[in-house]
């Protein structure tokens, strides 16, 4: 079992800045990929940000140049700094986490609980 602990979330002000964290624990022999994603009332969820194990990025174009994603291989954490911040950017943000419990496991997906951003003055 994997477990992923989200923070940062919370109400800020259009043209504010937040900071999301991720940490993942238990079960865990290596992280691939970590990534965002959010999901607005009436919407899909949909991939914000992601990150290889090698620091290879990917964002959605929506953040492009305003949110940026990293991460600490020694913790297991995932961050997204988000500036800049749109009314439009309001969701609940899930941290996604691609893992193999073993030597050549499978690679497993874990989800987060999921934090609320508002944007709102």
């Known amino acids: 079992q994997v477990q992923l602990v989200e923070s940062g979330g919370g109400l800020v002000q259009p043209g504010g800045s937040l900071r999301l964290s991720c940490a993942a624990s238990?079960?865990?022999?290596?992280?691939?990929?970590m990534g965002w994603y959010r999901q607005a009332p009436g919407k899909q969820r949909e991939l914000v940000a992601a990150i290889t194990s090698g620091g290879s990025t990917n964002y959605a174009d929506s953040v492009k140049g305003r949110f940026l994603i990293s991460r600490d291989n020694a913790k297991n954490t995932v961050y997204l700094q988000m500036n800049s911040l749109k009314p439009e950017d309001t969701a609940v943000y899930y941290c996604?986490?691609?893992?193999?419990?073993?030597?050549?496991?499978?690679?497993?997906?874990?989800w987060g609980q999921g934090t609320q951003v508002t944007v709102s003055s």
């Open positions: 996604n986490v691609a893992y193999m419990y073993r030597p050549a496991s499978p690679v497993l997906n874990a």
């Open positions: 238990g079960s865990i022999f290596s992280i691939n990929a």
